[in-house]
């Protein structure tokens, strides 16, 4: 665990750390992205799991993706089990963000590192963000 | 006209009138002597037996008969030969007595007698003969029968827990007893018409009619059981079948082929019905055991027609209070879910500016007035929500809903609909089109727009290859219209009407659960304001809703509401 960190800090040595923002939500997206800009991120955002697929498809690999569940087209539950099983993103941690009533259930069945249900105070999001990226 | 001995009765008229007589008593009568031979029969023993004449039988052997005859007893056994009337009568019993149940060898049309025998003491063994009377009990035992099927089936539909399972066993104990074949079809309102039970002694033979349903299905909108009964309301029976009724019902050779290799003499039809409502239909076939249907059986099937309808109506009314609860959850949980995003929004933005404010020195005025006016349009969307969630609950509950009548331009309220879900795809063009001078209604334009917005919706959603979705006003002197017609997949005529049932659930079911209306609400918030809601459809080209509103307030008072 510690070992596949530290591997993943040196690959995006120099750069900022990336994080993906998945929301069908135009507003959410922006808040996430505002309140996560400021601390020194590089944050994208993708309006459902095509989009963001495409974006990692192309080489951009984060370190975290903040992800909701319910969108049009293909939706958090799939993105999710496409990403974990590529090994290019075997390093990607995933948050979900989500308003299900049982998210928490929901989250450890996708296989992820963490959990936020909506609506959530904006410092968790920098919480996970810091944890997840920095270790 | 029968005779021991033609010469004999020439020379004995009284002998003559004696057989007159036999000839007229209802039971069938034939004497043997103690070879076994037949000497005397009267017409009735002789029409028993399979014969137009006494004189065929006469000379005949017992063995010779027991060849053609498969003889039974009441329970459906073998009967031992020793245990026939004449045989115990031969024997020295006094006035044997037997119910005996027969049938052609190879046949299925089982006749029942009662079987007495005396012997007539000749004084030599050569002398002496057995006369043996033959009284038909073939109708007592099939009312029998059919009482017996009526309480067993009574039994087993009073458990309905699973009706359709129900039905299943009902269909098998139907047969072979009452018919050969029984096919169960049931009216579902979310499905059409389901074929819930083909019942035959012979497995194959079910399987062949399933194909036969497959490969030339009939329209449940023009023909079948089903379509027979909600038209006519009682029983239907068709008997005898003949070639040329076949001929009629085949849509190719192939079709007629396989419906004469059935072999079907006579067809029986009833209604499963409740509370005026048909459920469904029983379909009874006689075949190859060569039975007919008669009045007594109409009578029967007609009563198992009524007690499995209300077997069925039960069933449902638990599956429906059961559903509702369900839908009542999944409702609640929707509704939670779908709240709290904007006010995920709310927070978030209220957040941003307290942190901006706590971190500048000079807050950014502009920026601050930007997530000030976000906030105040996440509470908009809340309460849109929240509105249109109480719709739906007072919709659902049957309540009337307040209407806010005020003037609108049905192209606006379409606009506004068609802005909004713009941003939801890039597959589809949503185009709006309205004439120059298009008038003004009195209607309640929030309720016309959740309407509209149901609407496109679902157009955007069935046709996900895309394609234009076109809403068209228009007006026709008292009535003014929105149109919203799609590329989509069409919807089938014979779910046409279904879709505007509260409890309908399309083959995307994970989706119609929400907090939306559904047609069924958004039909029922139209007529509300006097108004109609019509689809047409072309399965693969797409569908058309019209929404009709009257343009003269006329529906006011029952608009408004209490």
């Known amino acids: 665990m510690q070992a596949a960190q530290s591997a993943e800090q040196t690959e995006h040595a120099g750069d900022c750390p990336r994080i993906l923002v998945v929301d069908d939500d135009d507003a959410l997206r922006e808040i996430y992205v505002d309140a996560l800009s400021g601390g020194g991120y590089d944050v994208r955002a993708a309006s459902d799991g095509v989009a963001a697929l495409s974006l990692m498809d192309a080489g951009w690999t984060p370190c975290v993706v903040f992800l909701d569940l319910r969108m049009p087209g293909m939706d958090g539950w799939e993105l999710a089990r496409r990403i974990r099983s590529d090994d290019r993103w075997r390093r990607t941690r995933i948050v979900v963000v989500a308003a299900h009533f049982q998210v928490d259930r929901e989250a450890r069945e996708i296989g992820a590192s963490a959990w936020l249900q909506k609506p959530f105070d904006l410092s968790r999001l920098e919480h996970h963000a810091r944890n997840l990226c920095h270790g | 006209m029968t005779t021991l001995d033609d010469a004999a009765v020439a020379a004995d008229p009284l002998r003559g009138r004696l057989t007159a007589i036999f000839d007229s008593v209802a039971d069938g009568v034939t004497v043997m002597d103690r070879a076994g031979r037949i000497v005397f029969a009267n017409d009735t023993g002789a029409r028993l037996l399979g014969r137009e004449r006494a004189d065929e039988l006469i000379g005949m052997t017992g063995a010779q008969l027991l060849g053609e005859w498969e003889i039974l007893d009441d329970a459906g056994e073998p009967l ?8 115990r009568a031969l024997a020295g019993e006094t006035e044997p007595e037997e119910t005996v149940r027969f049938r052609r060898r190879g046949s299925a049309d089982d006749r029942w007698s009662l079987v007495r025998a005396r012997l007539l003491n000749g004084g030599s063994p050569e002398d002496d003969l057995v006369v043996t009377a033959f009284q038909d009990i073939t109708s007592l035992k099939r009312s029998e029968s059919r009482l017996q099927f009526l309480s067993e089936a009574s039994a087993i539909l009073g458990e309905a827990v ?36 083909v019942a035959h002694a012979d497995q194959a033979k079910v399987a062949a009619t399933q194909e036969l349903w497959q490969r030339w ?17 009682g029983p239907l029976l068709v008997d005898p079948v003949t070639p040329e009724m076949l001929r009629a019902q085949a849509q190719d050779a192939e079709h007629l082929a396989f419906l004469e290799s059935l072999d079907i003499r006579s067809v029986l039809v009833v209604p499963l019905e409740a509370r005026g409502e048909v459920l469904g239909a029983f379909t009874l076939v006689q075949s190859e055991s060569g039975r007919r249907f008669g009045r007594g059986d109409v009578e029967v099937a007609a009563e198992l ?23 009542r959850d999944e409702f609640i949980a929707v509704a939670s879910h779908d709240m709290r995003t904007p006010l995920a929004a709310i927070r978030g933005y209220a957040q941003l500016a307290g942190r901006h404010v706590e971190r500048s020195e000079t807050p950014d005025r502009e920026q601050l007035q930007r997530w000030l006016s976000d906030v105040d349009a996440s509470v908009d969307r ?12 007072l919709v659902r509950a049957d309540q009337s809903v307040p209407l806010h009548l005020e003037e609108v331009k049905l192209s606006a309220v379409a606009g ?51 394609g234009e979705v076109v809403v068209r006003v228009g007006y026709d002197g ?32 994970e989706h119609v659960a929400g907090t939306g209306l559904g047609l069924a609400g958004s039909r029922r918030l139209v007529e509300l304001m006097g108004g109609t809601i019509q689809v047409e459809s072309r399965i693969g080209h ?11 307030p006329a529906g006011d008072e029952e608009a408004a509401g209490p």
């Open chain 2, 382 to 393: 809340l309460a849109h929500l929240v509105s249109e969630l109480l719709d739906a609950t």
């Open chain 2, 217 to 233: 299905p009939s329209d449940p909108a023009r023909s079948g059981a089903v379509y027979e009964m909600t038209q006519r309301r």
């Open chain 2, 305 to 327: 027609g009524r007690r499995a309808g209300a077997a069925i109506d039960v069933a449902r009314l638990v599956w429906e209070t059961h559903e509702n609860a369900r839908l």
């Open chain 2, 478 to 509: 008292a009535r003014a219209s929105v149109e919203v017609s799609d590329q989509g997949i069409g919807i089938a005529a014979s779910e046409r009407e279904k879709i505007f049932n509260p409890m309908y659930r399309g083959g995307n079911a």
């Open chain 2, 80 to 87: 031992p030969a020793d245990r026939m009337p004449t045989r």
């Open chain 2, 542 to 552: 797409g569908s058309t809703f019209t929404v009709w509103l009257p343009l003269a």
């Open chain 2, 416 to 466: 506004e609909v068609l802005e909004r879900h713009r941003p939801l795809s890039d597959r589809h063009s949503l185009v709006l089109l309205a004439p120059k001078d298009e008038p003004t209604g009195h209607w309640d334009a929030s309720r016309v727009a959740r309407v509209l917005d149901n609407i496109v919706g679902n157009a955007v959603k069935f046709s996900p290859d895309g």
């Open chain 2, 162 to 197: 699973d009706y359709q399972q129900t039905l299943r066993r009902v269909a098998e104990i139907a047969v072979p007893d009452l018919a050969d074949w029984c096919v169960v079809d049931v009216l579902e309102w979310t499905r059409g018409i389901t074929r819930v039970a």
